[in-house]
């Protein structure tokens, strides 16, 4: 077995030396070309926050409780952000390269690109790539920054923290400012119909000169009492009923004993029509007088709501243009656990790990190839392996010129 | 094995033979029979006859064949006869019912460098 694995070794070495020797030489190729990269670390409390307004709370269904913290991510990710950074650290034009070959050089080309928008498309592009965020728990963050010089990766990492803390305070004062300039709206509407309601309650006791001036300043809601009270009061209810059963009374009596044409009897019939006359049109005017109050307190507790709901948007209002301010700076509520640091050791690429890689992986490539070839090896070149396959005896192996 | 221990197999070979000839040949037909059997002859002091023949699966010649039954020695170029090839030769000359004396590997210069 031995003997035949050196045997194959023997016969194909060059298809084991080249990648053996091949690999670890582009290894040191790309070893030489590669940036280094190092990376610069930041630790961040980001917590919910708690506004004075009860509709600017932020509720949700639920255990989503990293949805917060991933959002910061997205915000830290977002194209506004890194924007800020590049053009704040001049990074749409690539900095020097610190290869091994650059320093080795001297010279450190570095591509310009004409477009200035492109140039800034492919930095915003290359800072994502290189930025790596991790949830350590639903309120903390870990921010790492890699780039090919230990102080740059710190300085952008500052400047990154810097405009996600500014960016991320804008995004809530545009929040406030859309809600306090839909309260504004929604008090300038409650404004207009508490003038319409008051105009209408004026122009409705104007018309109806009955109605007491003090019912319109205080608002009374029992309104069947104070019916009964006002009637009970000036009511001639009682006295035109008891002059009509007194009128029945002495038409009985004439009944018993007079005809039907006695002048007398007539009188008081007619009498007894008018006082009926007169009740039910005294019910017409109380009925109607009723009505009108009835009215009178719709309006006034239309009047009483409007008032009621604009006292409220106002408060919210007030609410939200406090939280504006100081508060609004308060709320952001991201706190700087480990302020950007960074470590002089890069962390790639590994010389060693790569060059050991590569020296294996050419030795794996290499045996492979030999393998394989012998494999699909199409003639025999062995006495052994032809008197194996053949089953014939071997009886000479000539190797000399024949 | 050396030029001179095939001679001696070939002896042996041939005596079992009432024709004492052996047959050489390769499985595709090649000039190297014609060298390798004047290499083998030349200095032998009491040589088998020979025969050259065309390659195995390019219609061999066999002349003898109704007469005597001759054994073939079958000439393999290492690095240049392919294995399909040989296995095909061996199972042709069973089938023609010739003995096979054995096979010879050769190394010819310039197929395995």
Known sequence: ?402 | MSLQRLRSELSVIASQTKSRKVMVATPITDSVTTNFCAKLVAGWEDPVELIESDGVLDGIQFPLVSEVTVPVLLLVIAGDSRREDVKEAIGYLKKKGLPIAGTVLLERKGVLD
Not at chain 1, 42 to 48: L, P, T, V
Not at chain 1, 77 to 106: C, K, M, Y
Not at chain 1, 361 to 384: D, H, I, N, Q, W
Request: hydrophobic share 40%; with cysteine.
């Open chain 1, 1 to 402: 077995m031995i003997d035949d694995i050196l045997y194959l070794l023997r016969l194909r070495l060059r298809f084991l030396v080249l990648p053996v020797i091949c690999l670890p030489l582009c290894s040191v190729f790309f070893l030489l070309q590669v940036e280094p990269k190092f990376v610069s670390t930041a630790k961040i409390w980001a917590k919910e926050r708690n506004e004075g307004s009860n509709l600017l709370k932020i509720q949700r269904e639920g255990l989503q409780e990293e949805t917060h913290v991933k959002i910061q991510t997205e915000i830290l990710f977002s194209d506004r952000v890194i924007h800020r950074v590049i053009e704040s650290n001049h990074l749409d034009t690539p900095p020097p390269s610190q290869s091994i070959w650059a320093r080795w050089v001297g010279g450190q080309v570095i591509p310009k690109e004409e477009d200035h928008e492109r140039a800034l498309r492919y930095a915003i592009k290359a800072f994502k790539s290189s930025l790596h965020v991790d949830l350590l728990n639903p309120e903390t963050l870990l921010i790492q920054l890699s780039m090919n010089e230990p102080r740059l990766a710190q300085k952008l990492l500052t400047s990154l923290l810097y405009h996600y803390r500014e960016v991320y305070r804008e995004i809530l004062q545009d929040e406030v400012e859309e809600y306090a300039s839909f309260l504004s709206r929604e008090i300038a509407k409650f404004g207009l119909e508490l003038e319409e309601k008051a105009l209408a309650l004026i122009d409705f006791e104007r018309q109806h000169a009955l109605i007491p001036q003090e019912s319109s300043a205080s608002f009374d809601p029992r309104v069947p009492a104070l019916m009964g009270k006002e009637v009970g009061d000036v009511s001639p209810f009682p006295i035109i009923m008891s002059r009509i059963s007194e009128l029945e009374l002495e038409q009985n009596r004439l009944l018993t004993f007079a005809s039907a044409g006695n002048k007398e009897l007539i009188r008081i019939g007619v009498e007894i029509n008018k006082d009926k006359d007169l009740l039910n049109s005294y019910n017409e005017k109380l009925r109607d007088h009723a009505e009108v109050l009835v009215r009178h307190q719709e309006l006034q507790w239309e009047l009483s709501e409007v008032r009621q709901r604009h006292q409220q948007v106002q408060s919210e209002y007030d609410k939200v243009i406090l939280s504006k301010g100081t508060k609004l700076d308060e709320s952001i509520g991201i706190t700087i656990l480990d302020e950007p640091n960074f470590d002089p050791e890069k962390i790639a690429p590994k010389k060693k790990v790569a060059l050991a890689a590569s020296l294996f992986m050419g030795c794996v490539l290499g045996l492979s190839a030999v393998y394989l070839l012998s494999l699909l090896e199409p003639t025999y070149r062995r006495a052994k392996d032809l008197e194996k396959e053949t089953s014939v005896p071997v009886l000479a192996h000539i190797k000399e010129e024949v």
